[in-house]
């Protein structure tokens, strides 16, 4: 702000003298001396050249009236100075009044009686303010629609519809003339959207910097964008106590990602996780590409749509708001609701980004169905209806984002599945929903991955730029050369030329998309910074980025300038030289060549297209390298998607040619002038249309190599569950070995104790009942400890009573008939081992995993040494840390048995690492009926092995059966049906492949 000047007026002064000289009193005639009251002016002079602009969006919300504000200390609303354009000239403002305070609050007061009467959102619900040029802090702005009274509309991006009309409008190109509220569809209703957006202090630097909006004008701009979330975290930041800075607003940014996505979904927004207002406002019915279609971004759009896909927007925000400040929105009703809605969208959208309108049809009535479980038949009926109509509406929708450079068709694939699996499961719950080192440590390796590829980007972007720059250079010495018609229709071609291509590349929506992405970089590396100083070189480079874009935006502004000038010149030699149908026909002629070299080049696209996918269709039938097979697909695809980037640029090529040779026709005056005109519009809508049936066969080989990968990836997968399968064949829990010995050793301990219960309180001799076991014991202080010399294995125990329970902490080492050791690990000291053994018992220790071996036999009455034969056996329990050397594999986990003699069902759970495989095996066998009812399942843990779960039940007579399942597409999926044979498993795989798994000998369900 400039400095301001506070003026004594002459009055004042003159006053002032008076009572100088005169001093102070009353006069000879006992008057009162009242002294007149100073005036005090303050004046000030400001640009409004800090541009805040943004949209609001869910979908886009056109007419609706913003209001801006900033917000003081104590969070209250407070009006701010703003414009509707840039300054171009300094403004003063003066204010008078009886204190420099007063003073100086009328020239503010001054400063916002100049805000516009109105400001309102336009189509695409976009708003641009500008604020005095040294403000700085948060500004407060709100976005709202009305169901009446105004013009103000919200348009629906919700898949499966935004309710229904009072009264149905009238049939146009966006509403079908029914009473539903479909896709891409305006109406009106009450809504309120909010951002708390904070405008940093300029550096000292910045005063040459123009803005990256293209005004010359513009000093500093930020995006500021309205959308769900950021409606979300100003409601929480306007309840917040005390100043509003930028670490406020990341902080509560972070948490509220946090609570509605979930941790690992917010991973994928590290580049806007600081500060949301960077992104996400895209209306998925009307993508205008000024955004790119990343993961974060795509998360944020479909998470917006379907909430705009509830009952009630507002009612559902209220109690989202609510469930955040409870810290419990995970748990709450409407989680629950907006999880069918949000998995429901990305459901559809994966439909809408791999397949075909048949596809996005059964995708979109099969999340009405999740979306209404009680709708009636006529409304599934209808909805069914209207489905098709709905399914080209969002086809279109995603083309025409494809066309506005948003992603490639692509890139639209593969992060809709990434998008779909990260939002499978909303919010936290507990420690989950705190970000702690672990989660800022993951989010600098995404925002570093973020800021890489941005930096590749922006490079590429530098080349097209300078290419751009030398090509206008070239025109502008054309233009300079100009010296009569002849050399002006060539000045005059060439500027339509290069407008052309300036339209075609697109560069200032490019280079802008980088900045404000820069921009949210910096903000999350502050996050970052805020947790630890090692993330400092982050932020470096984040500034770095954002310092490099910013500089191809001004010079992209200073190409357009500089091009809208040469356009300006180019008409002029029009007028000057009489030139009109010469110029455009030679405009004509050469926009149709540059589309002619467009046909050419999606041709060939389409042939390497075309043999790609044929390559890649011979490797899917083949299945002889299912990897090879998918890196055949993936070239398939880029082809594809290749060729559909092709067919848009040639698409756009021939709208230009069309043009050009309208125009022709327009002041063409000869006959053959006219006849070449015609023709010329004639060869281009023919054109047009053979870009259309070339359209439909890209996004049709795009679908069938989409298709191809997930064949070519399930094989991939059941090729890995094959893997995982050999691997646990070999594994030697699933033998025998451990599962036998120590049931072995709890038989034989079972046995020595009861022989030795009949005999004195301590003692030592050799078992009648197992005759290789020598043994000796103390009942006094009930230990045991016994010997096979035979096989030098050993079993130790010590026990305590404790009421109904009689409590061993046992171990020993064990050597099996097939050579291999079981050693049942227990405590060096057995009074602490068996104190351990306690304290699991009694419940003061939870986790089985924090003990050695234990065994606990729990009966029907409290028991102690001269009842415990009279009282009866409930259970039998024992949790065993087992490490068992046989062979190479091995095995060292834990491995618990459970018996309940009155049911008769007897269970047993191993869990723990043999050989790579880290694993859980749990089995369990129902005596109580005629015939042992047996039910058996491993599950291998570990992202290679997928999540692989080989399950089996049955009885001996009717036999085993079971399957083999694994994670696959985010979701359980069945790989193979298991059988049990003679001396193994036989499994039958989904690819129709039987692969017997033979010497697998299942832990002996008789023991």
């Known amino acids: 702000m400039a400095q301001r000047m506070t003026k004594i007026t002459p009055i004042a002064a003159s006053v002032a003298l008076t009572l100088g000289l005169a001093g102070c009193g009353s006069d000879n005639d006992r008057n009162i001396y009242v002294p007149p009251v100073e005036s005090v002016t303050s004046s000030d002079e400001a640009q409004f050249n800090v541009e805040v602009t943004g949209k609001a969006v869910k979908g886009a919300m056109k007419g609706a009236v913003v209001s801006v504000m900033t917000l003081g200390t104590s969070g209250e609303s407070v009006p701010v100075a703003f414009r509707l354009e840039a300054s171009?000239?300094?403004?003063?403002?003066?204010?008078?009044?009886?204190?420099?305070?007063?003073?100086?609050?009328?020239?503010?007061?001054?400063?916002?009686?100049?805000?516009?009467?109105?400001?309102?959102?336009?189509?695409?619900?976009?708003?641009?303010?500008?604020?005095?040029?040294?403000?700085?802090?948060?500004?407060?702005?709100?976005?709202?629609?009305?169901?009446?009274?105004?013009?103000?509309?919200?348009?629906?991006?919700?898949?499966v519809g935004c309710g229904t009309y009072d009264e149905a409008p009238e049939e146009d190109d966006v509403n079908d003339g029914d009473t539903n509220i479909e896709f891409g569809e305006w109406y009106k209703t009450d809504l309120e959207l909010s951002v708390v957006k904070y405008v940093a202090a300029a550096e000292a630097d910045s005063s040459e910097a123009s803005g990256a909006a293209g005004d010359a004008n513009v000093a500093r701009s930020f995006k500021a964008n309205v959308t769900f979330l950021t409606s979300l975290v100003a409601q929480t930041l306007l309840e917040v106590e005390g100043e509003i800075d930028s670490e406020t607003i990341a902080s509560t940014n972070l948490n509220t990602v946090i609570q509605v996505l979930g941790p690992d979904a917010a991973i994928l927004l590290s580049a806007?996780?600081?500060?949301?207002?960077?992104?996400?406002?895209?209306?998925?019915?009307?993508?205008?590409?000024?955004?790119?279609?990343?993961?974060?971004?795509?998360?944020?759009?479909?998470?917006?749509?379907?909430?705009?896909?509830?009952?009630?927007?507002?009612?559902?925000?209220?109690?989202?708001?609510?469930?955040?400040?409870?810290?419990?929105?995970?748990?709450?009703?409407?989680?629950?609701?907006?999880?069918?809605?949000?998995?429901?969208?990305?459901?559809?959208?994966?439909?809408?980004?791999?397949?075909?309108?048949?596809?996005?049809?059964?995708?979109?009535?099969?999340?009405?169905?999740?979306?209404?479980?009680?709708?009636?038949?006529?409304?599934?009926?209808?909805?069914?209806?209207?489905?098709?109509?709905?399914?080209?509406?969002?086809?279109?929708?995603?083309?025409?984002?494809?066309?506005?450079?948003?992603?490639?068709?692509?890139?639209?694939?593969?992060?809709?599945?990434?998008?779909?699996?990260a939002l499978e499961e909303l919010g936290c719950t507990g420690d989950e929903c705190v970000a702690d080192d672990d989660f800022f440590a993951d989010l600098a390796v995404a925002l570093s991955a973020q800021i890489d590829a941005s930096s590749t980007k922006l490079t590429a972007l530098q080349t097209s730029i300078d290419s751009a720059e030398e090509m206008l250079a070239d025109v502008q010495e054309i233009g300079d050369a100009v010296t009569d018609a002849a050399t002006a229709i060539e000045f005059v071609a060439a500027v339509a030329a290069l407008e052309n291509e300036a339209e075609a590349a697109g560069l200032a929506i490019a280079t802008n998309i980088i900045y404000v992405k820069a921009q949210g970089y910096v903000s999350t590396a502050s996050l970052l910074v805020t947790q630890s100083s090692d993330y400092q070189s982050i932020q470096d480079s984040a500034t770095a980025l954002q310092a490099l874009a910013l500089k191809e935006v001004e010079n992209v502004s200073t190409y357009d300038a500089a091009l809208a000038q040469l356009v300006l010149d180019a008409e002029a030699a029009i007028t000057e030289y009489g030139i009109e149908v010469e110029a455009a026909k030679e405009i004509a002629l050469n926009t149709a060549d540059a589309a002619d070299v467009k046909k050419s080049v999606a041709d060939t696209a389409e042939a390497a297209s075309t043999s790609a996918l044929a390559d890649a269709q011979a490797a899917v039938d083949s299945g002889d390298d299912a990897q090879a097979t998918v890196e055949s697909v993936d070239v398939a695809i880029a082809a594809a998607s290749e060729f559909s980037a092709a067919v848009y640029a040639l698409e756009l090529a021939i709208e230009q040619a069309l043009e050009a040779a309208t125009e022709y026709e327009a002041v063409a005056v000869t006959e053959a002038d006219m006849a070449e005109a015609t023709e010329l519009v004639e060869s281009a809508e023919m054109m047009a249309k053979a870009a259309v049936t070339q359209a439909l066969l890209a996004n049709a080989q795009l679908v069938t190599?989409?298709?191809?990968?997930?064949?070519?990836?399930?094989?991939?997968?059941?090729?890995?569950?094959?893997?995982?399968?050999?691997?646990?064949?070999?594994?030697?829990?699933?033998?025998?070995?451990?599962?036998?010995?120590?049931?072995?050793?709890?038989?034989?301990?079972?046995?020595?104790?009861?022989?030795?219960?009949?005999?004195?309180?301590?003692?030592?001799?050799?078992?009648?009942?197992?005759?290789?076991?020598?043994?000796?014991?103390?009942?006094?202080?009930?230990?045991?400890?016994?010997?096979?010399?035979?096989?030098?294995?050993?079993?130790?125990?010590?026990?305590?009573?404790?009421?109904?329970?009689?409590?061993?902490?046992?171990?020993?080492?064990?050597t099996t008939e097939g050579d291999a050791t079981v050693e049942l690990v227990t405590g060096d000291v057995a009074e602490d081992a068996l104190e351990e053994c306690q304290a699991f018992a009694d419940g003061t220790i939870t986790d089985s995993t924090q003990i050695d071996s234990c065994l606990v036999f729990t009966f029907d009455e409290a028991v102690d040494a001269s009842s415990v034969d009279d009282a009866e056996l409930i259970k039998s329990e024992a949790w065993n840390r087992v490490e068992i050397m046989d062979g190479d594999s091995g095995f060292m986990?834990?491995?618990?048995?459970?018996?309940?003699?009155?049911?008769?069902?007897?269970?047993?759970?191993?869990?723990?690492?043999?050989?790579?495989?880290?694993?859980?095996?749990?089995?369990?066998?129902?005596?109580?009926?005629?015939?042992?009812?047996?039910?058996?399942?491993?599950?291998?843990?570990?992202?290679?092995?997928?999540?692989?779960?080989?399950?089996?039940?049955?009885?001996?007579?009717?036999?085993?059966?079971?399957?083999?399942?694994?994670?696959?597409?985010?979701?359980?999926?069945?790989?193979?049906?298991?059988?049990?044979?003679?001396?193994?498993?036989?499994?039958?795989?989904?690819?129709?492949?039987?692969?017997?798994?033979?010497?697998?000998?299942?832990?002996?369900?008789?023991?």
């Open 88 to 159: 171009a000239d300094v403004e003063t403002f003066t204010g008078e009044a009886t204190s420099q305070d007063t003073a100086d609050a009328a020239v503010e007061a001054s400063k916002i009686a100049g805000n516009p009467d109105a400001l309102i959102t336009n189509d695409s619900g976009r708003y641009s303010i500008y604020l005095e040029d040294d403000f700085s802090g948060p500004v407060y702005i709100t976005v709202t629609t009305s169901e009446e009274g105004d013009d103000s509309f919200l348009r629906c991006d919700a898949y």
């Open 272 to 421: 806007l996780i600081g500060d949301l207002s960077n992104g996400g406002a895209v209306d998925l019915s009307d993508v205008d590409g000024e955004e790119s279609l990343s993961q974060g971004v795509l998360m944020l759009a479909q998470l917006s749509s379907s909430v705009q896909g509830l009952p009630s927007i507002s009612d559902a925000m209220a109690s989202i708001k609510a469930g955040i400040a409870a810290g419990t929105l995970s748990t709450t009703d409407i989680a629950a609701t907006l999880q069918t809605s949000v998995s429901s969208t990305a459901s559809v959208f994966v439909a809408i980004a791999t397949g075909d309108e048949g596809a996005i049809k059964t995708a979109l009535e099969a999340a009405y169905l999740a979306n209404n479980p009680n709708a009636s038949t006529a409304e599934i009926n209808a909805f069914a209806q209207n489905s098709a109509g709905i399914a080209a509406k969002a086809k279109e929708a995603k083309d025409n984002a494809v066309k506005n450079g948003a992603a490639t068709d692509a890139e639209l694939a593969e992060i809709a599945s990434v998008v779909q699996s």
């Open 705 to 814: 190599a989409l298709g191809l990968k997930a064949e070519a990836e399930l094989a991939v997968a059941t090729a890995s569950v094959k893997e995982t399968s050999m691997s646990l064949s070999t594994m030697t829990v699933l033998t025998n070995t451990g599962g036998h010995a120590v049931v072995d050793a709890a038989d034989v301990l079972a046995d020595v104790i009861g022989e030795l219960a009949e005999m004195g309180n301590s003692g030592e001799g050799t078992s009648t009942r197992q005759p290789e076991w020598a043994y000796e014991y103390s009942l006094d202080d009930l230990t045991l400890v016994l010997i096979n010399s035979t096989t030098d294995s050993m079993i130790t125990a010590s026990a305590a009573y404790q009421g109904n329970q009689l409590v061993v902490a046992w171990g020993g080492m064990l």
């Open 893 to 1007: 986990g834990m491995l618990n048995l459970s018996v309940m003699e009155n049911a008769d069902i007897t269970m047993l759970e191993a869990a723990g690492v043999s050989g790579d495989l880290d694993f859980s095996v749990m089995y369990e066998v129902d005596g109580s009926g005629d015939e042992d009812k047996t039910m058996f399942e491993i599950k291998v843990n570990g992202d290679a092995a997928m999540g692989y779960t080989l399950s089996m039940s049955g009885t001996e007579s009717a036999g085993y059966m079971g399957d083999v399942k694994a994670m696959y597409d985010g979701m359980m999926m069945t790989f193979g049906t298991a059988t049990k044979v003679t001396n193994g498993v036989s499994i039958t795989y989904i690819d129709d492949e039987v692969i017997d798994y033979t010497d697998v000998d299942l832990i002996d369900e008789s023991k």
